[in-house]
């Protein structure tokens, strides 16, 4: 049996990046900002219809630059429904993250709750766009102006959405991104930053080539940087982005169509301001028990969902203070992201409903 995992990197006709390679090979220019990395910056931020785009090494360190470049201290309020990478960036600026709970809709940082976590020492707020779907942006950004506070997205699923005419990752004073080889758009391994000012983005760039150019040393930075192998798959893979996403809608419907929805939920679609990627497929059961089984159940078909968001990341061992999170906490217990990618076997579909149905 094959094995299912919960995506499968997309990857272009050989000869497309091939082409690229000879580009690469007639240079001998592999990275520091070379012609593709400036193409695919350029392509992007064409595509994004935002002026202010930097391609990094991965989303990670787009995170920890975006804290560095916006100069944040104290603390940050932050989700605990995402990738651990959104903590541990926090952490490792040395700043303290205070964890406000989500809402049990879309699982999303909850806009309402925000400002009773504001102290004197808050400096950001942190949100993701989990799973690609928006975050309640204009809330978040009057609770920001109200409270001169920064805003930093975590975009790493929101590659490809559009949310009110543009794309999602033009919102917060900075919205990162990762291409790393699992999500949507991939360059490998990769990551950016979108932000809105000359300023900024001259620090970002500063920030993420160690902080010099040439013989004058400005700021202490850090390797930010990608290749132009990375930036190769980037420019390949962005062609067949429309594609991809398609492919994906079509997945993401057939297990709409499939499931059973009596014992099963999952987040909430937005209305129709939103033009979506279907980065992922959650879905939510009544307890941690049938989700368990489930899992069994799948394993043994050699089908491995995975569990984005577990834990919830209040509950991270070096979490000093726990904030309670009942939602996020509860909600991490029983979800699971099911396989989902263009070339996915609609039997396969048909088969993981099947189990999933005869379970809860
Ligand atoms: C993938 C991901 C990251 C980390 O990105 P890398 O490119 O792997 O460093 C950060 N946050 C979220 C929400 C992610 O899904």
Avoid at 61 to 89: N, R, V
Avoid at 224 to 237: D, V, W
Wanted: glycine residues 4%; proline residues 4%.
């Amino acid at each position: 049996m094959e094995r299912i995992n919960v995506t499968k990197s997309f990857l272009p006709p050989q000869e497309e990046y091939q082409n690229y390679l000879s580009k690469i090979w007639d240079t001998s220019w592999l990275t520091n900002n070379g012609p593709l990395v400036v193409e695919l910056e350029s392509k992007i931020s064409n595509y994004l219809d935002e002026k202010y785009f930097a391609f990094l090494g991965n989303g990670t360190i787009a995170l920890q630059i975006a804290i560095k470049a916006l100069d944040l201290s104290g603390e940050i309020i932050t989700t605990p429904f995402s990738y651990c990478a959104t903590t541990t960036s926090i952490l490792w600026e040395n700043l303290k993250p205070v964890f406000v709970d989500i809402n049990p809709l879309d699982f999303n940082i909850n806009a309402d709750l925000i400002e009773a976590a504001i102290t004197e020492n808050t400096s950001a707020i942190l949100a993701t766009h989990v799973y690609g779907n928006p975050c309640e942006v204009e809330k978040i950004e009057t609770i920001a102006k109200k409270h001169n506070l920064k805003v930093i997205y975590d975009a790493a699923h929101a590659f490809g959405v559009k949310y009110k005419g543009k794309s999602l990752l033009s919102y917060g004073d900075i919205s990162t991104c990762s291409f790393h080889s699992t999500k949507v758009f991939h360059t490998v391994e990769g990551g950016s930053i979108i932000c809105h000012s000359q300023e900024l983005f001259d620090k970002i760039k500063l920030l993420r080539s160690f902080g010099h150019i040439l013989d004058d040393y400005y700021l202490a930075g850090i390797n930010g940087k990608n290749s132009e192998f990375h930036a190769a798959m980037g420019l390949c893979n962005l062609n067949h982005l429309g594609n991809i996403i398609e492919g994906r809608k079509a997945i993401f419907r057939l297990y709409d169509k499939l499931l059973n929805w009596d014992n099963l939920y999952k987040p909430t679609e937005k209305d129709n301001n939103l033009e979506y990627n279907f980065a992922y497929y959650p879905v939510v059961f009544d307890n941690d028990k049938v989700t368990k089984e489930v899992i069994l159940k799948l394993n043994a078909e050699n089908i491995y969902p995975r569990r984005y968001f577990y834990p919830s990341l209040n509950k991270l061992s070096y979490i000093e203070d726990i904030d309670e999170c009942p939602i996020s906490e509860s909600v991490s217990t029983r979800v699971l992201s099911l396989p989902l990618y263009p070339d996915l076997d609609p039997e396969i579909v048909a088969k993981i409903c099947k189990i999933i149905n005869s379970t809860i």
